[in-house]
């Protein structure tokens, strides 16, 4: 079936670091890959998101490219700031008639000192 | 606008009650899904509504959880018979079509606690 496999966190910065957070999926056919985050106290939202290879979703800061030859996504931003400290979701539709019913990963937290 | 909304919050239930969850989505979205996320894991699909149609319940994980969405808004998620494996946070998420890559938004969760 259809997994997703993210780093195990937490992951602890100082604030203007290098963040990545390392993604694999695995998957039949050709899904559409997002990035979802949950920050304190808050419902889960998404970050962004990529729908076919080598396409590049950015936000915020962050962004993230659709490796198809390595079955990836990794998440990046090149300098955090304190308000990025949240869990972050890599997650996975599969391109499948039967909805768009997401897959997600164990979640990274990320904690990001001032 | 208004987001998804889901009631109650919080719920504390002893063992062998029946709950029900509620999950109001945005107005207009066609499909409708359900998740458990365990404590420090990632959410996990239990069910999946286009309008009020059912057309996967393949995540529900036994015969004591039932969800129903009658007339293609409002949904609730049943669980009968709790116990204390079914403490969880139970998300609720809306998307505006059925288009694979379409956005799920989400609502804040209902934190179950069985005891």
């Known amino acids: 079936g259809d997994s997703v496999t993210q780093m195990e966190g937490p992951v602890t910065l100082s604030e203007e670091a290098f963040l990545t957070i390392n993604c694999t999926y695995t998957a039949t056919g050709y899904p559409s890959l997002f990035w979802y985050v949950q920050y304190p106290g808050e419902g889960l939202q998404l970050l962004l998101k990529a729908t076919k290879a080598d396409d590049k979703g950015s936000n915020k800061g962050f962004e993230a490219t659709y490796r198809k030859e390595t079955t990836s996504f990794h998440l990046e931003k090149g300098s955090v700031q304190v308000s990025d400290s949240a869990v972050y979701f890599c997650a996975l539709t599969a391109n499948k008639a039967a909805g768009n019913k997401l897959t997600f990963g164990g979640g990274t937290r990320v904690l990001v000192k001032p | 606008g208004a987001g998804v909304s889901q009631s109650p919050r919080y719920k504390v239930a002893k063992r062998g009650q029946d709950v029900a969850l509620r999950c109001d989505p945005i107005?207009?979205?066609?499909?409708l899904f359900w998740y458990q996320q365990a404590l420090g894991q990632g959410p996990e699909f239990l069910t999946y509504?286009?309008?009020?149609?059912?057309?996967?319940k393949s995540g529900l994980p036994s015969d004591r959880f039932f969800a129903e969405r009658p007339e293609g808004s409002v949904s609730t998620l049943k669980i009968q018979r709790t116990q204390q494996e079914d403490s969880a946070v139970y998300l609720c998420a809306s998307s505006l079509t059925l288009a694979v890559a379409d956005t799920q938004y989400f609502g804040p969760g209902t934190r179950l606690t069985v005891l």
């Open positions: 509504f286009q309008n009020e149609a059912q057309l996967d």
């Open positions: 107005s207009g979205h066609v499909s």
